[in-house]
């Protein structure tokens, strides 16, 4: 069983980065590929980037293109995404997903990552 | 504003059937994308319910089904329980491999 566990709750001034890490467990690591998904308080779901860690290819949404980069360490199975030049806006839950390639949907979800921007 | 379109909120009575809308464009669903639909159950995480426009994961009960036509996506829930109250999402992607998500719809059980 996949298992995604994230980093905990983070409270950032604006302007400055926040860097979150998501721990893939269970299934093979290599042939994941990965997105970010945020949902701002009361707001829907976005969908902001993915890697495919084997390979190390990013694809990032237009939106968050210059501001968000997605990493990978193979050796822990573990994916990062950090965003920076944060702004109240950014204020959301952002979760980790498993993306089936074969279809582009998120299977496994992890528990979420609260940051809070604020001054 | 959401790419997909979907209605804010749905509502129906125990038993009865309710259906959800997605729709999309000839950018999307209709250049031939699949549709997935997601359940968020408040303070959780979303939950697959549905991929590839009509299939279900395993665990999920088969009151839930969904279909795709044209450039729109439907979600349908026969013999509604309290339990499904929750928010529900479609998903597709464009020609960039982006996902696009809808903004939510809202399930009241009455």
């Known amino acids: 069983q996949v298992q995604l566990v994230q980093s905990g709750a983070e409270v950032k001034k604006p302007g400055s980065s926040v860097k979150v890490s998501c721990k893939a467990s269970?299934?093979?690591?290599?042939?994941?590929?990965i997105s970010w998904v945020r949902q701002a308080p009361g707001q829907g779901l976005e969908w902001m980037g993915r890697?495919?860690?084997?390979?190390?290819?990013?694809n990032y949404a237009q939106k968050f293109q210059g501001r968000v980069t997605i990493t990978a360490d193979k050796s822990t199975s573990t994916v990062y995404m950090e965003l920076s030049s944060l702004r109240s806006e950014d204020t959301a839950v952002y979760y980790c997903v498993r993306d089936r390639v074969e279809g582009y949907y998120f299977d496994y979800w992890g528990q979420g990552t609260l940051v809070t921007v604020s001054s | 504003q959401s790419v997909l379109t979907q209605p804010p909120s749905v509502s129906g009575a125990p038993g009865q059937r309710v259906t959800i809308s997605c729709t999309g464009s000839s950018s999307n669903i209709g250049a031939g994308y699949d549709v997935h639909w997601y359940q968020q159950l408040p303070g959780t995480a979303p939950k697959l319910l549905i991929y590839?426009?009509?299939n279900r994961p395993s665990g999920v009960p088969d009151r839930f089904s969904g279909s795709k036509s044209g450039t729109s996506a439907s979600l349908a829930i026969t013999g509604l329980q309290a339990e499904d109250e929750a928010d529900y999402y479609c998903?597709?992607?464009?020609?960039?491999?982006?996902?696009?998500f809808g903004g939510g719809t809202k399930l009241t059980v009455l």
């Open positions: 890697i495919i860690p084997i390979f190390g290819i990013v």
């Open positions: 998903q597709s992607y464009d020609s960039s491999l982006s996902a696009l």
């Open positions: 269970g299934g093979t690591f290599s042939s994941y590929t």
């Open positions: 590839g426009n009509s």
